[in-house]
């Protein structure tokens, strides 16, 4: 059993910088791929971006490429999701999940799932 927090969100205007954070207690942290999601207003929950166990290896959907960023701190149990240039379309509640399995941009390869953090970029 993992449990995840995820915080760091809020409200900002158009272009300015966030960074989430999402601490796992629980089993091993370094066990797990983990992955961001969000779910925007009236719209299915996506596919973010996902790191691997050690942070070698790093994915993105193709339109935030180059805005935003993942990474993790195993010695702190904690993974985190910088995000620049922010757009309204950005807004959104973001999630952090883990995965025991490989790295999936599909939330059913999942297995546990934070509460979400509000993030809301006002144009």
């Known amino acids: 059993q993992v449990t995840l927090v995820e915080s760091g969100g809020g409200l900002v205007q158009a272009g300015d910088s966030l960074r989430l954070s999402c601490a796992a207690a629980g089993r091993t942290f370094s066990r797990y791929v983990m992955g961001w999601f969000r779910r925007a207003p009236g719209k299915e929950r996506e596919f973010v971006a996902a790191i691997s166990r050690i942070g070698g290896s790093t994915y993105y959907v193709d339109s935030l490429k180059g805005r935003f960023t993942v990474s993790r701190d195993n010695a702190k149990n904690t993974v985190y999701l910088q995000m620049n240039s922010l757009k309204p379309e950005d807004t959104a509640v973001y999630y952090c999940?883990?995965?025991?399995?490989?790295?999936?941009?599909?939330?059913?390869?999942?297995?546990?799932w934070g509460q979400g953090t509000q993030v809301t970029v006002a144009s």
């Open positions: 999940a883990a995965a025991m399995g490989p790295i999936q941009y599909s939330e059913s390869g999942y297995d546990y």
